[in-house]
């Protein structure tokens, strides 16, 4: 079992940084590829960022490409996902979620354990 929280959303303007965590319980979480995931009211939640177990490879969702920024730390079981030059339309609950997907992992349904999420929003 892993169970998963996430912290640090907020309230932040056009164009200012957010640093999302990911805190991970279970001594298995490095055997896991870690996602970020985004949604708002009435849409299917998509996938942001994905990073492999080791850290090596890392995928995102073209809306964000450039901007946000996954990593990942083993030793302290915790994934991050930096944010810069946030819009409005980023405005969503993020989650982060754990895959055991060998390869990359876009799709909820690969994902076996997610987190609470935690609020961004961004202010025009």
């Known amino acids: 079992q892993v169970q998963l929280v996430e912290s640090g959303g907020g309230l932040v303007q056009a164009g200012g940084s957010l640093r999302l965590s990911c805190a991970a319980s279970?001594?298995?979480?490095?055997?896991?590829?870690m996602g970020w995931f985004r949604q708002t009211p009435g849409k299917e939640r998509e996938f942001v960022a994905g990073?492999?177990?080791?850290?090596?490879?890392?995928y995102y969702a073209d809306s964000v490409k450039g901007r946000f920024s996954i990593s990942r730390d083993n030793a302290k079981n915790t994934v991050y996902l930096q944010m810069n030059s946030l819009k409005p339309e980023d405005t969503a609950v993020y989650f982060c979620?754990?895959?055991?997907?060998?390869?990359?992992?876009?799709?909820?349904?690969?994902?076996?354990?997610w987190g609470q999420g935690t609020q961004v929003t961004v202010s025009s």
């Open positions: 979620a754990a895959s055991s997907a060998v390869t990359i992992a876009t799709k909820t349904n690969q994902y076996d354990y």
């Open positions: 990073i492999s177990w080791s850290g090596d490879r890392t």
């Open positions: 279970g001594r298995t979480f490095r055997r896991f590829y």
